[in-house]
T-cell receptor, first 117, second 112 residues
């Protein structure tokens, strides 16, 4: 079974540019999560999709960040325009069932390292 | 904010059991205890989770105290590849699914 896949693995962009990160969850997982670690700080939750719907986006830092999951399969996270403080590692995770505690373990991708210069 | 307290760092001799403690005194009745680890800059790796009973899988054992205010992750025979940051997380939101608060974790170093 393929794991969670994220593209690209690294991205270096200039301040003010736009970057789009992609996440392909494990097949059959309805729940998809975005997290990030910036400036060596703790890993922080950004948002949670259930299929194509945003279930919880309380962790999104501001309106420069837009996440989509059209069709309930892969998800994209767009940063527009990027700022220096957006540099960090963005992780995507998926889980089979967000409501059944016995099946809520989330599996993470390897992350996208974003550097804004 | 993280709802758990873990030691900042620990050492363990290779081949010995690594016992990683976690305090979660404010855990609520429907919250599970999850353990993840992060090796270098890889994505967090799921290890185990449980509610109140002790759990064991191929990677580790999870011992939860009867009052559920603390737990211990046990790696029975630590290897050098187990060197990582280990995160103890309590979470479960019945209405919104799961959101994990990672905290700072315990940096485990397995010594040859």
């Amino acid at each position: 079974e393929a794991g969670v896949t994220q593209f690209p693995s690294h991205s270096v962009i200039e301040k003010g540019q736009t970057v789009t990160l992609r996440c392909d969850p494990i097949s059959g997982h309805d729940n998809l999560y975005w997290y990030r670690r910036v400036m060596g700080k703790e890993i922080k939750f950004l948002l949670h999709f259930v299929k194509e719907s945003k279930q919880d986006e309380s962790g999104m830092p501001n309106n420069r960040f837009l996440a989509e999951r059209t069709g309930g399969t892969y998800s994209t996270l767009k940063v527009q325009p990027a700022e220096l403080e957006d540099s960090g590692v963005y992780f995507c995770a998926s889980s089979r069932d967000g409501w059944d505690p016995e099946n809520t373990e989330a599996f993470f991708g390897q992350g996208t390292r974003l550097t804004v210069v | 904010d993280a709802k758990t307290t873990q030691p900042t760092s620990m050492d363990c001799a290779e081949g010995r059991a690594a016992n990683l403690p976690c305090n979660h005194s404010t855990i609520s009745g429907n919250e599970y205890v999850y353990w993840y680890r992060q090796i270098h800059s890889q994505g967090p790796q799921y290890i185990i989770h449980g509610l109140k009973n002790n759990e064991t899988n191929e990677m580790a054992s999870l011992i939860i105290t009867e009052d559920r205010k603390s737990s211990t992750l046990i790696l029975p025979h630590a290897t050098l590849r187990d060197t990582a940051v280990y995160y103890c997380i309590v979470s479960y939101h019945p209405n919104t699914g799961n959101q994990f608060y990672f905290g700072t974790g315990t940096s485990l170093t397995v010594i040859p």
